[in-house]
T-cell receptor
Framework: DQQVKQNSPSLSVQEGRISILNCDYTNSMFDYFLWYKKYPAEGPTFLISISSIKDKNEDGRFTVFLNKSAKHLSLHIVPSQPGDSAVYFCAARRIYGGSQGNLIFGKGTKLSVKP | GAGVSQSPRYKVAKRGQDVALRCDPISGHVSLFWYQQALGQGPEFLTYFQNEAQLDKSGLPSDRFFAERPEGSVSTLKIQRTQQEDSAVYLC???FGAGAGYTFGSGTRLTVV
């Protein structure tokens, strides 16, 4: 049973436009959410995160929005650049049970930004 | 080192063979995690160390999987009697603390034939 879901396997946008990547979760015990970016043959690279007590976090071109009531978060990239083309993973951290630092990942969304 | 280093980058094993995958975390990082990423999936948690103590091994899929970090730095993930379903990329990540940001290595791609 997937606790973190990224329902869009792929997304294609034009350079300069906004990219919106979505993520849904089922476990209300998650206290921290993260986005990772992954290029082929490399490990995931941390992009941006948000605590469950906030609804928005911004870092340059990247903004993450959290809607706790809907158990939904999204990553906005504005403006999108060709170098943003990669697979984006949404991840959530569990508060209780097992390792506090353990991350649960979605399946990823492949973003293609076309020049 | 500057980043998390994993070796080998690629490993082809015959079914039934034992393999050992190595992870060199960032110096001083207390927490170390192993993840398994199958094709088309997100990384899935395997096990977690805090220094030399293995605090969580709930993600290890079977008793053929074993991980150790005897001196609290380098870690080895061992898979005994490999099966085809073990084929995946094995990622190692380290962090200064359990709640801090993770740095991932580039992974070891294991192919069992």
């Amino acid at each position: 049973d997937q606790q973190v879901k990224q329902n869009s396997p792929s997304l294609s946008v034009q350079e300069g436009r906004i990219s919106i990547l979505n993520c849904d979760y089922t476990n209300s015990m998650f206290d921290y959410f993260l986005w990772y970016k992954k290029y082929p043959a490399e490990g995931p690279t941390f992009l941006i995160s948000i605590s469950s007590i906030k609804d928005k976090n911004e870092d340059g071109r990247f903004t993450v929005f959290l809607n706790k009531s809907a158990k939904h978060l999204s990553l906005h990239i504005v403006p999108s650049q060709p170098g943003d083309s990669a697979v984006y993973f949404c991840a959530a951290r569990r508060i209780y049970g097992g390792s506090q630092g353990n991350l649960i990942f979605g399946k990823g969304t492949k973003l293609s930004v076309k020049p | 080192g500057a980043g998390v280093s994993q070796s080998p980058r690629y490993k082809v094993a015959k079914r039934g063979q034992d393999v050992a995958l190595r992870c060199d975390p960032i110096s001083g990082h207390v927490s170390l995690f192993w993840y398994q990423q199958a094709l088309g999936q997100g990384p899935e948690f395997l096990t977690y160390f805090q220094n030399e103590a293995q605090l969580d091994k709930s993600g290890l899929p079977s008793d053929r999987f074993f991980a150790e970090r005897p001196e609290g730095s380098v870690s080895t993930l061992k898979i005994q009697r490999t099966q085809q379903e073990d084929s995946a990329v094995y990622l190692c990540a380290s962090s200064f603390g359990a709640g801090a940001g993770y740095t991932f290595g580039s992974g070891t791609r294991l192919t069992v034939v």
